[in-house]
Each structure stands twice: as C-alpha cells, then as structure tokens.
C-alpha cells in the first residue's frame, strides 16, 4: 500500500530564464573586452579573469539551457521531468570553475619568478568595464540567487567574476604607482584563491545529490524512530532517502504493521499519519513520500538486505 502526494516539479526554473540571458549577454561582452584587453596589456590577471568569464558564460548559458529544460512537464518517460537539469549545469559549471582555478594559481606562481611587462593603463580600462558589467548581472540575478542550486551556481559565478574585476583594479593602480610587475601575478593568484573553495563546495554539494545521498540537515536515523514511534508500527525497513533537485527531497520505506490493522481498516488511515510524519515533524520537510505498509509474514518474500 503507497501513497504519493502530487506536485508542480518545474521549481519555478522559467521565471529565472530572462535574468539569466540577461546576465549571459553581459558576461559575454565583457569576455570580449577581456580577451582584447588581455593581447593589448600583457595581463595574466586579465587573461585568467577572461578565462574565468568564459566559463562563466558557458556556465550561463548551461544554467539558460536548464532552466528551460526545468520547465517542461514529466513524462512516462521522464517521471521527474527535467529537474535534474539543474543539478548537471551546477556540477559542470562547479568542475570549471576548478579547472580555471587551478590553472590560475599554477600560472601565477610561475609568474611570479619571471614577470612579464604589464600595460598599466589599460589593464586599469578593461578592470573598470569588467567590474561595471558584473555588478549590473549581480542586480538582475540577485533577487532569484537562492532559487535552485543552477540560479545559485550562475549567482556564484558572477560574484566571482566582480571580485576578480576588483583584484584586477588593484593590481593596475600598484603597478602603475610602483611599478611592480608580480601585482599582476598577484591578482591572479587571488581571483584563483577566490574561485577554489566556492566551486569545491558546489561540487560537493551537486555530487551528493547524483550519489542520491540523504538530503542535508535530515537524520535518517532520526526518521526511523519517528516511524517506529506510529501507531501499530512494529518495524521499518529499506528507508531512502534523496534529493531529485532543490525543494525536492524524497522518502520511501517499507513499513511493517500489526496484521490485525488489515483486517479492521487502520493500515489504510495509518498513510496521512506516515506522511504527516515525514512533511512536517522534520527540518527538512518532505512532500514526496511512498510506503509501503505490510505484515511480517511478508518479509519472506523480500530480498535479504533490508538498510
């Protein structure tokens, strides 16, 4: 006996679809600003900042991809839709983050022991346009950042991407006031210092939701006492628990009952308590819940492994 409650699984992705081609088409423009800037000055800052907004914009552009993709309707064929969209564009937007980071850092130290010259002013121009034009996507997509993982992925993005427009700025003005070639070097090591840690812990994060590990901030150990504390309920066994997508965690278990409560009609009440259970005695509330309510006698009939 199972029970599921019906839902919109869209997650409000197309609302979010006119920021993020907003945001894209800034950061694209300013990837070619940077990129021009970058052959005129000389700048590693520079060219690893237009190679971070590269993959910025092919971050957006997945997150764009996803959002539209979120937005259509399941299918017998996809049960779920296409809410998983989100959490591929923020694995892969998070992996080239890493990716750009590392090279960042790799580079910077080399440069470091062999400074190349600089073109100060410029590198000063292209700074400026780059940290405008970033903090212009940061005002579109800040209202819907903390939406979905994708909208929080194309969020952190751009974050990252004014933060290295400042750490260009800055190693500008030195170089032009000191003269001090490894600023440039410096700046580079910083917008890798930025990137690291933020697109590690979203890759973290996307991961353990393809892992199908249980959701964040829910004990499922916890859970089973809940269960077990029901009415009638004698044992509770394959409990799992996982995420589809953000707001959409899932539970399902195989509840054992007293073979009294089916022949006087409680199994079939015992469903709204089983799900009230698990929608709202918990942190982490969960709407999508399947029991199974059977006897012990039925156990034989089972796989031997039972988590």
């Known amino acids: 006996m199972s029970h599921s409650h019906s839902h919109d699984h869209s997650g409000g992705a197309v609302e979010h679809r006119p920021r993020l081609a907003i945001a894209f088409g800034i950061t694209a423009v300013i990837l070619i600003a940077e990129v021009i800037g970058a052959v005129v000055t000389g700048s590693l800052a520079l ?24 937005g259509r309707p399941a299918t017998d ?30 580079d910077g130290i080399r440069r470091l022991f062999a400074p190349p010259e600089v073109a100060a002013t410029g590198l000063l ?22 939406a979905n993982l994708n909208m929080r992925a194309a969020f952190l993005e751009v974050v ?29 090591m910083f917008i890798s210092a930025l990137i690291l840690p933020r697109a590690f812990r979203l890759l973290r994060e996307t ?15 916890e859970v089973r006492r809940h269960l077990l504390s029901q009415d009638l309920v004698l044992s509770v066994h394959d409990l799992h628990a996982s995420q589809i997508a953000t707001g959409l965690p899932v539970l399902t278990a ?9 022949h006087d009609g409680r199994a079939s009440s ?38």
Do not use: K
């Open 160 to 188: 990252n991407d004014a933060l290295g427009s400042v750490a260009v700025i800055v190693g500008a003005i030195v170089i032009s006031t000191t003269g001090w070639m490894r600023a440039d070097a410096l700046a580079a």
């Open 47 to 70: 060219l690893v900042d237009a190679a971070h907004m590269l993959t910025d914009a092919a971050g957006l552009l997945m997150a764009l991809t996803a959002a539209t993709l979120m």
């Open 254 to 262: 195989h509840v054992v009952v007293h073979e009294d409560a089916f």
């Open 77 to 106: 064929r996809r049960t779920w839709g296409f809410r998983r969209a989100e959490v591929l564009s923020a694995t892969a937007q998070s992996t080239l983050l890493l990716a750009v980071g590392l090279y960042a850092m790799i």
């Open 270 to 307: 015992m469903l709204d308590s089983l799900q009230d259970c698990v929608a709202g005695h918990f942190d982490v509330s969960i709407e999508h819940s399947t029991f199974q309510i059977e006897t012990e006698r039925h156990a034989e009939h089972e796989h031997r492994f039972h988590p």
């Open 125 to 146: 121009v292209f700074g400026i346009v780059g940290l405008v034009g970033n903090i212009i996507a940061i005002v579109v997509l800040s209202s819907g950042r903390g």
């Open 207 to 221: 991961t353990s939701i393809l892992l199908e590990s249980t959701p964040r901030g829910l004990d499922l150990e």
